[in-house]
């Protein structure tokens, strides 16, 4: 019920900073759960940051804490990430997710991400 779009990724030195950004279609954004998650060749994709329905609350994983920030701007259905100090191991493709409850409240565990992006490629050499 929602289609979500990365754009922003690119090529950067260590230590540069790049800003994603996710827009952000369908069902009402403000209703949604944002999330972000990567995933680096051969690897699993693993959980990068979120952010509540009102932009109130935020986590992080401990790999990006200090670094990253995500936002949501409900008024212009998108969400960011704001990546700073970026290290070569930040590289990876980057996807956003939504998570929804009918009822209301925020559910952060992967399994609420029911809809995803088509990801975003972040490249950071040495």
């Known amino acids: 019920q929602v289609q979500l779009v990365e754009s922003g990724g690119g090529l950067v030195q260590a230590g540069g900073s790049l800003r994603l950004s996710c827009a952000a279609s369908g069902r009402t954004f403000s209703s949604y759960t944002m999330g972000w998650f990567r995933q680096a060749p051969g690897k699993e994709r693993e959980f990068v940051a979120a952010?509540?329905?009102?932009?109130?609350?935020?986590y992080y994983a401990d790999s990006v804490k200090g670094r990253f920030t995500i936002s949501r701007d409900n008024a212009k259905n998108t969400v960011y990430l704001q990546m700073i100090n970026l290290k070569p191991e930040d590289t990876a493709v980057y996807y956003c997710?939504?998570?929804?409850?009918?009822?209301?409240?925020?559910?952060?565990?992967?399994?609420?991400?029911?809809?995803w992006g088509q990801g975003t490629q972040v490249t950071v050499s040495s």
């Open positions: 997710a939504a998570s929804y409850r009918a009822y209301g409240g925020d559910c952060y565990s992967e399994g609420c991400y029911g809809y």
């Open positions: 952010i509540s329905r009102t932009g109130g609350n935020t």
